[in-house]
């Protein structure tokens, strides 16, 4: 196995930053809480557990939301650029897997890929070890039961790394404790890809704002990230090549399945429950229809790709 999958947890914990006014007053043990109570309901969105949109073009049927969301992890792939790394083994990060289907898909298509996930909680690495055996997979996986900003992971060994819908859930607009771990963990010259919302305004209209918030706190999300400010962390902490590509188009097709999954989801769950949701089920549900509400605040929000090379030197913030 490559040297990536030997831990060292011997790390000191971060600075936190004061949260900015767009954060609310989620915690980390509210994610948790929150990705432990709804893990199984991911699966009427997908039935691998691909826990994020889907990515649409020419050739794929809009209707067919599994295909979409596959097509979202190989566009995230892709945009890694493994291809220009050395031919032999690699190994790449998963930062916040959630049930691992991204890793799945690409260690499935690249018989020498290996991988390390990441997530803090727990839950979603016993669906991942399953899901990965049923794939025949599993050999060529870890699952690190970690935080993202200090993974314990050895330094600058990781051929490439992602976040897909994931690095929102770091703290502050500018998600600098993920960064800084992420430009830690790869290798100079390696690639990074977050897939995810983001705040085009640090002070977004009253209404987009209310909707932020009500959506981030029901999906127990501190704030999404600002695009300046994230873009500004990536060149503070050594990446280059910085890339940002709106996907809010490619999106939009899965994003128009909310509303009938979302609502045949509740009837059927109410039902099953006797009228009886827990608080975060409720809650999960309510965020949901933000979701697609949220997309249509054009200059407030974008969802987007932007990716970056880690710098080949040591130029890094302290």
Known sequence: ??????????????????????????????????????????????????????FWRLGLNPFRREGMLIEMNRTVGRALRLDTITVGPRCVLDLGCGAGATTRTLVGDDPALHAVTVTNVPVQNGIAARLDARAGVADRIAHVEADYTRTGLPAAQADGAWALESACYAEGTAKADFVREAARLLKPGARLVVVDGFLLRRRPGRLAGWLHRLWADNWAVPTLAVRDDFTAALRAHGFEDIEVTSLRWRVAPSALHIPVLATRFTLAELWKARGRLSPWRRKHIVASYCALALGMFWRDFDYAMVSATRAADERTAS
């Open 1 to 54: 196995m490559p040297d990536v999958f030997q831990p060292d947890f011997r790390l000191p914990t971060a600075a936190r930053a004061t949260p900015p006014a767009v954060e609310g007053h989620v915690s980390r043990e509210d994610t948790q809480d929150y990705f432990t109570e709804v893990a199984d309901d991911y699966r009427a969105w997908s039935p691998s557990y691909n826990m994020h949109f889907g």
